[in-house]
């Protein structure tokens, strides 16, 4: 449902400070697009307004887009419109707030829908986020399907929520995990992951993009190969979704998490995307409100899809936001901000390479936005922190993969990552400042 405040031009301004909210596509079919396939980043800057700041005297340069992308104003003014106008608990009230809100929880729904190409809208569970989505196939999936003895196959260089949740399961039901092996340059051992198929294995479970190294996996081959040995298979796509286009029916995906908060929308929301005839024979995740259809002290009969899965009061002014997040980026384009990224990415692996004693981990031949490194032997904690004085924000330490970094043979990397506000001029920037942070030491 469209809501009121829809026609009513954000507190931010129009052509001089970022869009008005009901001319969300045509604006920036006209304001943030320099030439064909070429964002507009100058003009695109104007709508986060966290960018506009200064850290330590020097301009904000944002490069720690793959812990978190900053909001635009589009999504900021949703989330106060929301609180202010139609703030109200959904689906159970008679009245018109509840309406209102019931409504454009469930448009939010059809809205990720589309973007992943779901089959429909019941296949979205809103989560929490990627870590939630992936907890919830363990705990579910596991619980309904896996036996002692059963084996979980994951990958080398996963997040730790993607490790964990399994072992959890380990320790409980007894099941096995293996692990594919990686090569030097950070690409899945192919043959090796064929190998650890047997009569056990009863789901994969593999990142799509790598949030250290930037290796784009080959996911929809992977789950072609899980798929002849009957296996189901679980992406974490925490670092694909907002920088690629996902097809998660091209892909054959059986689940597929991800978060808002990657996706220029709130923290504290996500979605999980399953198959239905999956999701169908699953029991509940949590139990409580929402996701019952009868209780008794006797007996609980448990709603339909989506509903069995989303128990309590769900996010639904995050969701609702997260709807405005991809509004955004479904108007600039997803194969035109991965193509604004992938120069950006070649340009700054070209720059930083220059540097003296540079290490760049991880070099697979197909990447995504992310380029983790290190120099010499500054620890890069120290040069991260160097790095804030000269206001680039860049992430550092293990990034929550050590079972990655011990592979590699290093406690931890300086990553940098990039999203569709990001310019060359910073690449230069981040070249010139870890360079002159290197001739300190």
């Known amino acids: 449902m469209r809501d009121k405040n829809d026609a009513v031009p954000s507190r931010s301004g129009g052509v001089g400070g970022g869009l008005h909210l009901e001319s969300l596509e045509q604006g920036l079919s006209t304001l943030h697009y320099e030439e064909a396939d070429t964002l507009n980043t100058e003009q695109i800057k104007k709508d986060f307004p966290v960018l506009r700041q200064k850290v330590n005297g020097h301009d904000l340069v944002w490069l720690d887009n793959g812990a978190t992308t900053q909001k635009p104003n589009q999504v900021i003014d949703k989330i106060s419109d929301y609180y202010r106008n139609y703030n109200?608990?959904?689906h159970r009230g008679a009245h018109t707030l509840a309406a209102r809100a019931t409504d454009a929880y469930e448009e939010a729904r059809e809205k990720v829908q589309r973007f992943i190409n779901a089959a429909t809208s019941e296949e979205i569970i809103f989560v929490r986020g990627t870590t939630e989505g992936i907890n919830l196939v363990a705990q579910t999936y596991g619980r309904q399907f896996l036996t002692p003895g059963d084996?979980?196959?994951?990958?080398?260089?996963?997040?730790?929520?993607?490790?964990?949740?399994?072992?959890?399961?380990?320790?409980r039901k007894g099941i096995k995990l293996r692990v594919i092996p990686i090569t030097d340059h950070g690409e899945i051992c192919m043959d090796e992951y064929v190998k650890l198929f047997n009569e056990r294995t009863r789901l994969v479970s593999v990142m799509h993009v790598s949030n250290v190294l930037g290796t784009v996996n080959p996911i929809k081959e992977m789950i072609r190969i899980a798929h002849e040995h009957n296996v189901p298979f679980a992406v974490d796509g925490a670092q694909s979704v907002p920088h690629i286009k996902v097809d998660v029916q091209d892909l054959d995906a059986d689940f597929y998490a991800f978060s808002a908060h990657k996706v220029y929308g709130p923290t504290g929301s996500g979605v999980l995307y399953g198959k239905e005839r999956w999701l169908d024979r699953m029991p509940p995740y949590q139990g409580g409100g929402e996701m019952i259809q009868t209780v008794s002290f006797e007996r609980t009969t448990f709603n339909e899809l989506p509903y069995k899965f989303e128990a309590g009061t769900p996010d639904y002014i995050g969701t609702t936001a997260f709807a405005r997040a991809l509004d955004y980026v479904s108007a600039l384009g997803i194969d035109n901000i991965a193509a604004h990224e992938k120069a950006l990415t070649d340009y700054a692996l070209q720059r930083l390479r220059e540097i003296p004693e540079m290490r760049i981990i991880g070099e697979a031949e197909e990447r995504g936005a992310?380029?983790?490194?290190n120099v010499g032997d500054i620890h890069p904690s120290d040069l991260g922190t160097l790095l804030d004085r000269l206001g680039i924000a860049v992430r550092?330490?293990?990034?929550?993969?050590?079972?990655?970094?011990?592979?590699m043979g290093i406690p931890g990397t300086v990553r940098a990552s990039f999203a569709l506000y990001n310019t060359m001029e910073e690449v230069d920037a981040l070249v010139a400042a870890v360079d002159r942070v290197r001739k300190m030491f």
Do not use: D, K, Y
């Not at 084996?151 to 320790?171: D, K, R």
């Not at 992310?370 to 490194?373: G, H, K, T």
């Open 88 to 90: 109200s608990n959904i």
């Open 151 to 171: 084996e979980v196959i994951v990958s080398t260089m996963e997040h730790h929520s993607n490790i964990v949740p399994w072992q959890l399961l380990e320790a």
């Open 370 to 373: 992310v380029i983790s490194f």
């Open 396 to 407: 550092t330490g293990h990034h929550c993969a050590q079972p990655l970094m011990q592979r």
